[in-house]
């Protein structure tokens, strides 16, 4: 019965256990086939190249942009693609399937520098960002962290002064992906009463800077950089109307989080194909390494979680689309599918023995990507007490 | 510049293909389905033709339910409508019978041209083209690797056997088998699926196209499908040169008989 009904419609291309595929519409199916395809023709070939480098692969953005993977999530009428939750979020897993860097990139010009123009910005600036944004023309970044303030973003230093004209801004930003090849920084500052406000900070202006930061081990095919404001004056035009208190920020990182629960399973799939090919053709003790049990409980593990993770993430969408989604829920799916799909990376690597720690394979890039993702975006502890004060009403951290 | 392009649903090569009880076909439970590699490579110069001269981009398969798939991919990647041929009475047609399936579906629009890759993967016949163009009149050249359009006619290179190639003129309407590699095919972009569900797919029947049980039945039958028995086996002789000169000899005299 069910082998009937996969075969008439489509059915997404790669891991699907659960035949998941029956619960996708055809269009939320093409957008994976598109991203798959992509992937494998123009990422997989110059990902780990650029990864022993440490270079973003700038080559890339032109043709993410003609396809729509920049600010997909939003309307067409902003020259985007309008895609539903569930579309984009099979983007998101398609391209971390390919890097982490490479889907970090179109998070945070998606989720963290449209969507907050998008959602807080005027018609205006919307007009003037978003189809430039989409086209790839306009690269965007989110300052948000700062040296001293992680994980409690309320405690912010970064100041914007009230000016006769506009304001003025000072302070540093820090871990700021994009950062220099970004053309404009949606920043987040307190006002003189304390309350966090949000602004369009554009490259070149007087007073504003960035260096990037070298020696990551982690995300080397992304861009991190240091943004330094040291007095730059800010045109009235350039704030965020919308944006009052830490609710701004927060609102935009539940849309990149909401993604991150999406994408980390892809660099689950990667890992877990990764593993069982392998595993198929490493002969030790005369037969393949696959039919070990230990090797077997592995490959198990890794593609129950990969099909809970997955179920997970397409009901989020769902709720999404129906404006039903809680953020408590996107801590639980941030929390849960990095979480796996950092375990299925160091099982992989297990798996590969001595192979697993080389760039021959994608496994030890995806490992060492997944702590990045684990940390950004809300540590895991983050939203485990996120989710304990949700469940209990009491707050852990504050 | 209107253009039909022919496309087929076939198995993923990728598959695994395990033949079925009677011997006639494989299981297709189990299968993943694509659209046939070089119909891709029809469907993009198709493409790139309306992109440069305007019209139309007319989609058309002919298979069970499943094979829409394939005309959602291609209206998703920029054709403008697609025709789909699905009737019972289409099941395993022979390429005859498809091509007067197809030439009566495509008399009655007058498209300039109308292409097809150069075989199907499945069954690897490469007929349909030639025997549709004749059904319908029109000239028709195969295994296309370049295309130019001109007024009234369309300049072509093709390949032929051992690195040769030859240059050709067709009038104009006529039909093209396209070779692979002829073009760079195209992903559907985000914005093109989602147009694709507002484009319209229309389903045809045997009877809505006025065809009779003669005109289908197949002229040409599957006999046996069957995996090639292994009937050549490599022995590898062991020993010290004498030795497997010996054991060859005793070999080609008393198994091979040739000595
Ligand atoms: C590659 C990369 C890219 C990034 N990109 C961006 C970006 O584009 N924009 C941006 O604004 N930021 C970005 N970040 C920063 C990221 O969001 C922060 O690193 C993250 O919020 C954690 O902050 P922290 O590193 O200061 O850790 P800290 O907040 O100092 O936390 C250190 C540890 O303490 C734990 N901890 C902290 N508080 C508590 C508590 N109350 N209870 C229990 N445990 C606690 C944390 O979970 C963590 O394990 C990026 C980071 C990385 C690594």
Not at chain 1, 63 to 84: D, I, K, R, V
Not at chain 1, 145 to 168: L, M, Y
């Amino acid at each position: 019965m069910n082998m009937k009904v996969r075969q008439m419609g489509m059915t997404v291309r790669g891991l699907d256990y659960a035949n998941i595929s029956i619960l996708l519409t055809d269009e939320e199916i093409l957008v994976q086939h598109t991203t798959r395809d992509f992937v494998e023709a123009e990422v997989l070939p110059v990902i780990t190249k650029h990864h022993r480098q440490a270079t973003f692969p700038h080559e890339l953005v032109s043709e993410m942009a003609a396809l729509g993977f920049l600010g997909s999530n939003l309307p067409a009428q902003y020259g985007c693609a309008n895609l539903n939750s569930v579309a984009h979020g099979l983007l998101c897993q398609e391209l971390e399937r390919g890097d982490s860097a490479v889907r970090s990139f179109v998070s945070v010009q998606t989720s963290l520098a449209m969507y907050p123009i998008y959602a807080l910005g005027s018609e205006e600036q919307k007009r003037k960002w978003l189809p430039a944004m989409a086209r790839g023309e306009v690269i965007g970044c989110f300052g948000l962290t700062e040296p001293d303030v992680g994980s409690n973003p309320q405690a912010i230093k970064t100041r914007a002064t009230k000016t006769e004209r506009g304001w003025r801004l000072s302070g540093t930003k820090m871990w700021i992906t994009n950062g220099s090849i970004a053309d404009i920084a949606i920043v987040w500052a307190k006002d003189d009463g304390d309350i966090i406000r949000g602004f369009i900070i554009e490259k070149g202006w007087d007073g504003f800077s960035t260096t990037d930061m070298h020696g990551k081990f982690s995300l080397r095919a992304s861009v991190t950089s240091e943004l330094i404001f040291d007095e730059v004056h800010v045109p009235e035009q350039s704030q965020l109307p919308k944006a009052e208190g830490l609710a701004g920020p927060l609102q935009c990182l539940n849309q990149a989080r909401y993604g991150i629960a999406w994408g980390s399973i892809g660099a689950a799939m990667a890992c877990y194909e990764a593993a069982l090919k392998y595993a198929g053709e490493r002969i030790q003790f005369g037969k393949p390494i696959a039919s070990f049990q230990l090797t077997q409980e592995k490959l198990v593990w890794m593609l129950s979680e990969i099909t809970k993770a997955q179920l997970l993430a397409l009901q989020l969408g769902r709720l999404k689309d129906r404006e039903l989604l809680r953020h408590q829920l996107v801590s639980l799916a941030k929390r849960n599918n990095v979480w796996m799909a950092r375990e299925c990376a160091r099982l992989s690597r297990e798996i590969h023995g001595a192979n697993g720690i080389i760039d021959d394979y994608p496994v030890m890039r995806h490992l060492m990507n997944l702590e990045s993702v684990y940390t950004y975006e809300g540590t895991h502890e983050m939203h485990t007490l996120i989710m304990g004060e949700d469940i209990t009403g009491i707050s852990a951290f504050e | 510049m209107n253009i039909c392009v022919l496309l087929k649903q076939v198995p993923d090569q990728g598959s695994v293909f395990t033949i079925d009880s009677d011997e006639t076909w494989v299981q297709e439970d189990n299968l993943v389905f694509t659209t046939n590699e070089s119909d891709n490579y029809a469907l993009e110069e198709a493409l790139l033709m309306k992109a440069s001269k305007g019209g139309e981009v007319v989609v058309c398969t002919l298979g069970p339910d499943r094979a829409s798939q394939t005309l959602k991919d291609a209206l998703a990647k920029g054709a403008d409508r697609a025709l789909f041929l699905r009737d019972d009475a289409f099941d395993r047609l022979d390429s005859l019978g498809a091509a007067r399936a197809f030439a009566a579906a495509l008399r009655d629009d007058s498209f300039d041209l109308i292409l097809c890759g150069l075989q199907a993967d499945d069954t690897g016949e490469g007929q349909l083209g030639p025997m549709l163009a004749e059904q319908l009149s029109l000239p028709h050249v195969t295994l296309v690797v370049q295309t130019e359009l001109l007024d009234g006619c369309i300049k072509i290179k093709q390949e032929l056997e051992g690195g040769w190639f030859r240059h050709l003129e067709a009038d104009l309407p006529a039909l093209l088998t396209i070779q692979s590699g002829i073009n760079k095919p195209r992903y559907a972009s985000l914005k093109g699926i989602m147009a694709m569900k507002r484009k319209e797919i229309k389903q045809v029947s045997a009877a809505d196209l006025s065809l009779t049980t003669g005109d289908l039945t197949p002229h040409q039958i599957l006999k046996r499908l069957y995996v090639p028995a292994k009937t050549k086996e490599t022995q590898f002789l062991e020993g010290s040169p004498d030795e497997v000169v010996a054991q060859l000899v005793e070999k080609l005299a008393n198994e091979a008989k040739v000595l």
